[in-house]
């Protein structure tokens, strides 16, 4: 039964490292880590520029946009998530994104005499999301927003403002439900 188990997870490996050397050439403002995992399908629009990190698992349509950055951590998993950038995207280690947005602009001026102008950089900021943070289905992570180490995001929350380290947030607007001690 090892054996078995053996060809089946040298053919895995192999079916990933087709999909990576894929992307790669589909997108060349894709970097890729080590035994990154595509388990669905990527998307890059807009000259969006993407790393994702070591040994992290995409699951479902893991979709990108926007001319900003995106970086990804080692050890994550993307599941069903968008992210659109015009500044910055960072996500730490170890973080599970379970179909939910992060959207680091507003897309357009909040002016209405301004509404249909190209965006001004004061429609944007870059979101941090710091190492083992849990976001929930169907959360939106919206612009400037830093979560915290070890935090969760329950599902359908809209992060606005800063969430504290190891805490849990729901709602809208979010507020923290639990906090984990030490």
Known sequence: MLPHASVKDRLLRG??????????????????????????????????????????????????????????????LLNATWIGTWTAVTIGDRCLLSDCELVDNDFHNLDPLRRHEPPVPATRAPIVVEDNVWIGAHALVMKGVRIGHDSVVGAATVVRTDVPERVVVIGNPQQIVKKFND
């Open 15 to 76: 079916v990933f490292a087709v999909k990576r050397a894929y992307y790669r050439v589909r997108y060349p403002r894709l970097r890729l880590g080590r035994d990154v995992q595509i388990r669905g399908r990527i998307r890059l629009r807009r000259g969006v520029r993407v790393t994702i990190g070591d040994r992290t698992r995409l699951n479902k349509l893991v979709r990108f946009a926007g001319p900003g950055t995106v970086h990804v951590g080692a050890d994550c």
